[in-house]
């Protein structure tokens, strides 16, 4: 009697960790199953990709639709891609690490000089910045409209990229900030007293140390710029990869099997940075809110 009663919280632990286990695997094809359709559909035909019944391995794997999109040439089924997914990629890209650039310069003062100083006003300040954040796109989207037509930045990278650090700023003032707050103020001491400027110690003091919160503010503004789709829409003509893949879907013809490969080659930029940076991105993330 003694070993059953002992023996149910095994069994009840035991249980529990067979659910758990269970809701992960459920938790993962939920998650995985759409790639995994999309890049399926990659190497179909488009005949194939409507069959009935849905054939989940391709029958006769086609690289043409891979091929109509790196080289400019007509898709299986007809459609005509020519090179606008690769220059919609190059210009993703662009846009991408411009935007990076400049949240690193403007964001990391900023995020510094709220860690050091405190005035009148600095909280107040601080929270500003993230209020943002919480602004809606629809809100502000007619005054950059007007704003970049009257400066000539209309389908140019260079207005995606005043637009985008309007909202990724806060990103990177957050986590900047959370981490620099979390450094010894002695460091920034040491080099003042050895004749720094501040510039000079935030560069050469502070941001080796920092490093993994750049990397970290770094990728998850990169992230948000590559998947950035209103402004992207509204301010140009499809230049990014974005609305590039909605446009895929016309009136009159719609390729799926060329999406899919398109949708496939856009999404492999980010999921290599995430994975290559991931060990980063923690550090700096749990270093800044661990304080």
Known sequence: MASRTLSRPVLRKRAVTALLYAALVLFAVWVLFPFWFLVNSSFM?????VAVPP??????????????????????????????????LGESFAVGILTVVANLALGGTAAYSMSR???RGSRLSYFSVLFARLVPPIAIVAAFFVALRDLGLINSRYGLVVVYISFT?????????????????ELDEAALVDGASRLQALWYVIRPIARPGFIAAACLVFLESWGEFFYALTLTNQLTIPPVLAGFRGFFQFN??????????????PVLLALVFQRYVVRGLAQGVAK
Request: glycine share 8%.
């Open 256 to 269: 799926w099997t060329t999406l899919a490969a398109a949708t496939v080659l856009a999404v492999v930029p």
């Open 55 to 88: 054939h989940w391995i391709p029958e006769e794997p086609t690289l043409g639709n891979y091929s109509a999109i790196l080289a400019g040439q007509v898709a299986p089924g007809g459609a005509q891609v020519g090179l606008r997914v690769l220059t919609a």
């Open 169 to 185: 700023l806060p990103i990177t003032i957050l986590v900047l900030k959370n981490y620099f707050d979390g450094l010894p103020r």
């Open 45 to 49: 035909t488009p005949a194939e990709a």
């Open 117 to 119: 100083f405190r005035f």
